[in-house]
Nanobody
Framework: VQLQASGGGSVQAGGSLRLSCAAS????????MAWFRQAPGKEREFVAA???????????YFADSVKGRFTISRDNAKNTIFLQMDSLRPEDTAVYYC?????????????????WGQGTQVTVSS
């Protein structure tokens, strides 16, 4: 599986961006995909994850720092997930990475994801 992330950019505080992560190659009917981010000088951190079985989304999970502002969704036909980011804050500035795995025991566990896309830069100015 290969992951291609896109949709980053620069926006003022309070604005919105939508990130996309398209999966290609061999994909699985049961899957977990997630977004992580890494700000300058900081470790990579979990943002959100979506888990599904077949055509149906089973579960989504968010870091406390983005809960209520970010949503995660999936387009079955395009093998793509989206991260809608609203009410952006300067502290959301980071490189955002998408990741995938067939199964994880902990959705926020970075080490459990086996496939990673390239990062996409999100910059939020005050």
């Amino acid at each position: 599986v290969q992951l291609q992330a896109s949709g980053g950019g620069s926006v003022q505080a309070g604005g919105s961006l939508r990130l996309s992560c398209a999966a290609s190659g061999r994909t699985y009917s049961n899957y977990v995909m997630a977004w992580f981010r890494q700000a300058p000088g900081k470790e990579r951190e979990f943002v959100a994850a979506i888990k599904w079985y077949g055509r149906y989304v089973n579960y989504s999970y968010f870091a406390d720092s983005v809960k209520g502002r970010f949503t995660i969704s999936r387009d079955n036909a395009k093998n793509t997930i989206f991260l809608q980011m609203d009410s952006l804050r300067p502290e959301d500035t980071a490189v955002y990475y998408c990741a995938a795995a067939e199964a994880v025991s902990r959705l926020a566990g970075e080490n459990e994801y086996v496939t990673w896309g390239q990062g996409t830069q999100v910059t939020v100015s005050s």
